[in-house]
């Protein structure tokens, strides 16, 4: 049975005479000693009224002397304490207790604040009794005294609803004793080192006691009691509940990790699993994350079309991207990620889809909620792990619902709160912005690369000048795909273009500009630029293209023209000739190639650094380099040796060193290439070409030069026939003589000297025929009785193409006739 304490006889007194409540006594001070205010509590200590006092010195009521330097020392000082003798008006000394305040308040003068508490105010015994009432009747913490020896003596009301245990059933027992737990044996370590160093100790536990569902927090203050003669008696204990503010901070600390957590990668399923793994064990037991099926490749243009609705039957269909639970393999799961299932309209998830708001559940019930539709066993997992409390909170962001989050609790007894809720909502809406960020960036990166694959050769072109191989590799960063593109042209007189370029920007929008520019390049290869015209002409598309769509008039949002209007792109042509084996070569700002000879050799080629296009007003250059047949020609673009891992110097010493080991293939050593050289996750797309040089075979050319008269004209045809008949081609022979025939005819009416005549023989046969004239023929309808005008017009007809290409001594007009029998 509770004994009976000091304070319950104190309480049963009479309460304390609030009649007549003695003032304090009050003055004002200023900062020149003079008295400005004087209250009711100072008239009736001392016997002045204010009419008798304001305005005086405050000296004159001081019946000591005070020395000047302590004067001093007092107006240097924010407050002060202690007793002065002042003079009764009635002419006696009073020993007063004066405390004094230096105030300085915004826009007023300086001046003390002087007060003294009443006199013979309280008593010893009084005070004692307050302090048994104040002890006992806390109810803001928990207090207990301990003797020397650690054993309990006193503990208050609000102790002893704490631990369940009256005041008479805890005294003399060790605090480690009340309750068998690791944190009161912590505290009790702490006790002793109050009792060794007599020094107070503070102490947070957290712990779960007797009759409670959570997990509670408290602020315990340790402190030495000591006698009046400072010796140390035991130890006192004050203990703060600080539970709600625990679990506030328990949920700012989930919300926390949320943000630092969930996110971290543009990818649907990993945000989603984020999302899972951040709220258990911390929030939930179980949680699941259920995505609408189509969600990661809906086109959602409203929140009307993209909301859910129930299937015909009432069900709401959605797909299981994550979960988590704090047992092992996920044990309350009956569905797998990636599976579809079918939530009844009156379930936990049917409703929040349903109403679009997050739904509580505090005390679920099995047989509350409609398991008709979906997996069968899901009401058997629900009673089998006995899942008390439901939280379904609809994942939306952007006005489109994607889909649900479902927290569930079997293994803490506590039930979901509002406060849960709050949170739940917190994380689920994050989360939701994140899967729709990743939704949205899937969606676009794939269409940009369909895009670009669209517009990237698919294979190379068969031409006899090089065996190629070639590597795309997309950027694996947030950014998307870039504008990197390569090309191989095939050229007349069996030469062939090698081009890689490099759009800044990425995303669809860079893949588009990259498509405009690489069908420019095509089209002005087609008329047989060389690589510095080309590149000037490109240039010129560039700068155009840039104004144009500054005045478009598109909205400042537009990302087209926000990219294009700082359009800035680099380009290497390249043009090898397997006849003469010369590869020219001009830069626009791209990095230079590497080659290889055949002996293994590697060097970079000395290629005149061109500006970027866009620029305009600057120069191009080429450069001329004999190859050898069998050399490597490696094309690139900056992401392979440059990125914030690596160098770019780092990054083409790589290069060079993968280049110069053994070669069994080009395709190999394309692959060898980008697992070597590039970091793991490259930041930029890498666009690669390798060429391996071929010469055509010096018994396969033919070339004469011909005077500018027109019986050559018959010897023209003759010296085609002796070489078609030479190289076994006679099926070719009499298209030869007539697309040369004509071709000579023109040049030696229409052009000038010197005319030269060349046979190519690969897989087609190509007639050229060259003068010193920059006039370009064209092909035009003759009249019915024209004696001329027929010319072009069957060279066309008698062959595969044709077509003019300037060289810097005039042009050459060439026809490519296919071997194949007509």
């Known amino acids: 049975m509770e004994g009976r304490r000091e304070g319950d006889d104190i309480a049963a007194s009479n309460p304390v005479d609030t009649t007549d409540v003695p003032l304090t006594a009050r003055a004002v001070v200023d900062a020149h000693g003079t008295i400005t205010e004087w209250g009711e509590g100072a008239s009736r200590l001392l016997g002045y009224t204010p009419a008798e006092v304001i305005g005086r010195p405050a000296a004159d009521l001081v019946d000591e002397k005070i020395s000047a330097t302590a004067l001093r020392r007092l107006l240097d000082l924010p407050s002060w304490c202690g007793t002065v003798r002042l003079r009764h008006q009635d002419g006696h000394g009073v020993e007063l207790r004066l405390l004094a305040h230096h105030r300085q308040a915004e826009g007023k003068p300086p001046d003390w604040l002087v007060l003294s508490p009443p006199a013979g ?117 004050s203990a703060h509940d600080r539970t709600d503010q625990y679990w506030a901070h328990k949920r700012l600390q989930v919300l926390n990790d949320a943000g630092a ?62 979960h988590q639970s704090v047992l092992r393999d996920t044990a309350e799961a009956v569905l797998s990620p990636g599976d579809v299932d079918g939530y009844a309209a009156h379930s936990p998830t049917g409703e929040c889809l349903a109403t679009g708001r997050p739904m509580l559940y505090a005390e679920f019930a099995a047989e509350s909620a409609d398991w008709s539709v979906g997996h069968p066993g899901r009401e058997g997992s629900v009673r089998h792990f006995g899942i008390h409390s439901i939280m379904a909170v609809p994942l939306k962001a952007r006005g489109h619902t994607l889909g649900a989050a479902v927290f569930l609790r079997h293994q803490r007894p506590e039930s979901f709160s509002e406060g849960d809720l709050l949170l739940a909502e917190e994380i689920t809406a994050r989360a939701a912005l994140c899967i729709d960020n990743a939704r949205r960036f899937t969606r676009e990166r794939d269409t940009a690369l369909a895009l670009q694959k669209a517009l990237l050769p698919q294979k190379l072109p068969a031409q006899p000048a090089v065996e190629a191989a070639f590597r795309y590799l997309p950027a694996d960063t947030l950014a998307g795909v870039g504008g990197d593109w390569f090309d191989i042209i095939p050229l007349s007189g069996a030469r ?51 104004a144009d769509t500054d005045g478009d008039g598109g909205s400042p949002g537009d990302q087209t023209a926000e990219l294009a209007a700082g359009l800035g792109a680099t380009c290497l042509y390249a043009v090898y000739d397997p006849v003469s084996r010369i590869c020219t070569l001009a830069s626009a700002g791209h990095p230079v190639p590497a080659v290889v000879s055949p002996g293994g050799a590697v060097r970079f080629l000395d290629v005149p650094a061109g500006p970027p296009l866009g620029l305009g ?118 298209a030869a003589e007539l697309v040369v025939s004509e071709l000579v005819t023109n040049a030696i009416r229409h052009a ?65 006739l296919a071997l194949d029998p007509l």
């Open 496 to 546: 062939v273009a090698l081009v890689v370029g490099d759009v800044v920007g990425h995303g669809v929008q860079a893949s588009a500009i990259m498509g405009r520019l690489r069908t420019a390049v095509r089209t002005l290869a087609d008329i047989d630029l060389s690589p510095d015209e080309l590149l000037t002409h490109l240039d010129d598309l560039v700068i155009r293209l840039s």
């Open 261 to 322: 957590r969930i996110g971290r990668t543009l990818s649907v399923t990993r945000t989603a699993q984020e999302l899972a793994d951040v709220a258990v064990p911390e929030l939930a037991d179980f949680v699941t994350v259920d995505l609408l099926p189509d969600v990661e490749r809906a086109e959602m243009t409203s929140p009307e079309a993209a909301a859910p609705g129930p299937t015909p039957k009432g069900t709401y269909l959605l797909r299981r991207v994550a």
């Open 752 to 816: 000038e000297a010197p005319i030269r005549l060349r046979l190519l023989r690969d897989r087609h046969l190509i007639c050229e025929v060259s003068d010193a004239s920059n006039t370009a023929p064209h092909l035009r309808r003759a009249r019915t009785y024209d004696e001329g005008g027929r010319g072009l017009l069957l060279v066309a007809q008698l062959s595969r193409g044709w077509g003019t290409r300037h060289t810097g001594t005039g042009k050459t007009i060439w026809a490519e």
């Open 121 to 237: 105010f309280g008593s010893v015994q009084k005070a004692e009794k307050l302090a048994t009432w104040s002890f006992y009747g806390a109810n803001c913490c928990s207090m207990e005294t301990y003797n020397t020896d650690l054993r309990l003596l006193q503990a208050n009301r609000f102790s002893e609803r704490a631990l369940n245990m009256s005041e008479a059933e805890m005294r003399g027992f060790r605090h480690a004793e009340l309750v068998a737990h690791p944190e009161f044996e912590k505290v009790e370590q702490r006790m002793q080192q109050v009792l060794d160093t007599g020094e107070p100790q503070d102490v947070e536990v957290q712990v779960q006691v007797a009759g409670e569902i959570r997990k509670q927090a408290w602020n315990l203050s340790l402190y030495p009691i000591r006698d009046d003669d400072g010796v140390l008696r035991g130890v006192g204990l």
């Open 617 to 734: 007003g600057l120069p191009f250059e080429t450069a001329e380099v004999r190859l050898p047949e069998g050399s490597l020609l490696a094309l690139y673009t900056d992401g392979l040796v440059e990125s914030r891992e690596q160098a770019m110097d780092e990054g083409a010493d790589r290069l060079l060193s993968v280049l110069g080991g053994p070669v069994t293939s080009l395709d190999d050593l394309c692959d060898a290439v980008l697992a070597t050289v590039p970091p793991e996750h490259p930041a930029d797309d890498i666009a690669l070409l390798i060429a391996r040089t071929q010469a055509l075979d010096p018994r396969h050319v033919a070339s004469w030069d011909l005077p500018a008269d027109p019986a050559v004209v018959a010897r023209a045809r003759k010296l085609v026939t002796a070489q078609l008949d030479e190289w076994g081609a006679r099926d070719v022979t009499f």
